[in-house]
């Protein structure tokens, strides 16, 4: 008796497990295939294309098995769900991503590696001892090192600072450079200078940063109690998608208006935009590039008040696009580069137009992980 009920047991769940097996299937089949995952902010994998060439080089068993995951029924829920038990199973990480104490999500530490160091500052000088006016570097500290408490017990050290002295270091005495990390550190919130959910500094964040960067070269800014301020609710960023969390709650999203008139143009999008941002992206999942459309290989930004001097070429990462519009209205015109994107050399960019300064802005992290920066010419 005892062996035909642990037979009829076993046969039982194997008959569950093909149901469920059978039912993910179906599920697979029948439902419809989003291109989009809004949560994780990315593209989904397309249907795999069955070829020869594509059979015999693996790369059909590669998209299908990506395209497969991608589609799976209740992605979401299951991804969610393993980064919920790697959590609670003491994994430091989830997406690269560390959950603080205090609920902020910050990108775990850049890896410090002098030889990176190096050959990035080198490009840098090499472009600007070519450059017909100065050349100034500004490095952003991650949110993880300028505010550190709260971060989990295990955390990676982060060595933005060592990054930064070490960069600075080299390019003493041919670049202007200037230091954020302590003035960040020194504020009266340092967290609230970084989004919650997001990778990037808040308005207040860039505001600070401009600042200092336009009294370093001897411009006055605006006092933030002069912004027009308005708040725009329910905004989950980069680290939010990267970290499957899903049950953090959304933060809002700062727009710091001047009150001025400015003239937006890029390279992709035909037209010209009234204006620093870009409120139709505000409807759109990822809201970050309300400021100036976001990345872009060239941006322009012309004043239209008349009451900013000189012209200033900035090559930035995704952190210049906020920080832009904080020196708008002291430029008669900015133009936004990002390497990433642009394909022409700089420097022939510098020699068709009358540039005053030259500002090269890169948050630590893609200082160190960016391979176009030695691109720069």
């Known amino acids: 008796m005892k062996t035909t009920t642990v037979k009829k047991s076993d046969a039982l769940l194997v008959l569950l497990f093909c149901l469920a097996l059978g039912g993910m299937l179906a599920l697979f089949l029948l439902l419809p295939k989003e291109e989009l995952s809004l949560k994780e902010k990315r593209v989904l ?12 080089s693996g790369r059909f068993a590669e998209d299908a098995e990506r395209y497969a995951a991608d589609h799976l029924p209740g992605r979401d829920f299951l991804v969610g769900l393993d980064a919920r038990a790697a959590q609670l199973l003491g994994r430091q990480t989830a997406g690269e991503v560390y959950l603080c104490r205090d609920g902020r999500l910050v990108e775990a530490p850049a890896p410090y590696d002098e030889e990176t160091i190096r050959r990035n500052v080198a490009a840098l000088l090499d472009f600007a001892e070519q450059a017909p006016c100065p050349v100034d570097l500004l490095l952003v500290p991650s949110a993880g090192a300028v505010a550190e408490e709260g971060l989990p017990a ?28 302590p003035l960040f550190q020194a504020a009266e919130d340092p967290a609230g200078l970084y989004y919650r959910t997001d990778h990037h500094w808040t308005s207040r964040g860039a505001q600070l940063a401009a600042a200092a960067y336009l009294a370093s070269i001897g411009r006055e800014s605006r006092a933030p109690e002069d912004y027009a301020v308005r708040r725009e609710p329910d905004f989950r960023g980069s680290t939010y998608a990267r970290a499957a969390l899903w049950s953090l709650p959304a933060e809002e999203l700062e727009l710091w208006d001047c009150g001025g008139r400015f003239q937006v143009e890029n390279a992709e ?3 010209v ?7 139709l992206r505000l409807a759109e999942n990822d809201k970050y590039p309300v400021f100036l459309d976001g990345n872009h290989s060239l941006v322009r930004v012309r004043n239209l008040d008349g009451a900013g001097k000189g012209k200033l070429l900035l090559i930035r990462d995704s952190f210049g696009s906020s920080f832009a519009c904080f020196l708008a209205e002291d430029f008669e015109e900015l133009v936004l580069v ?40």
Not at 45 to 56: D, I, M, S, V
Not at 369 to 375: A, F, L, P, R, Y
């Open 45 to 56: 994998a397309a249907p795999p294309r069955l070829t020869g060439t594509e059979l015999l």
């Open 273 to 279: 935009h009234e204006g620093l941002f870009y409120e």
């Open 154 to 181: 295990l955390a990676d050290p982060y060595r933005d600072g060592e990054i930064i002295a070490a960069a600075y270091g080299m390019a003493e005495g041919r670049l202007q450079t200037l230091e954020l990390l």
């Open 338 to 377: 990002d390497l990433r994107y642009y394909r022409e050399p700089v420097s022939e960019l510098l020699a068709a137009e009358d540039f005053d300064r030259v500002l090269i802005l890169y948050s630590v992290g893609n200082f160190m992980t960016d391979s176009n920066i030695v691109k720069l010419d």
């Open 269 to 271: 999008t035909p037209g």
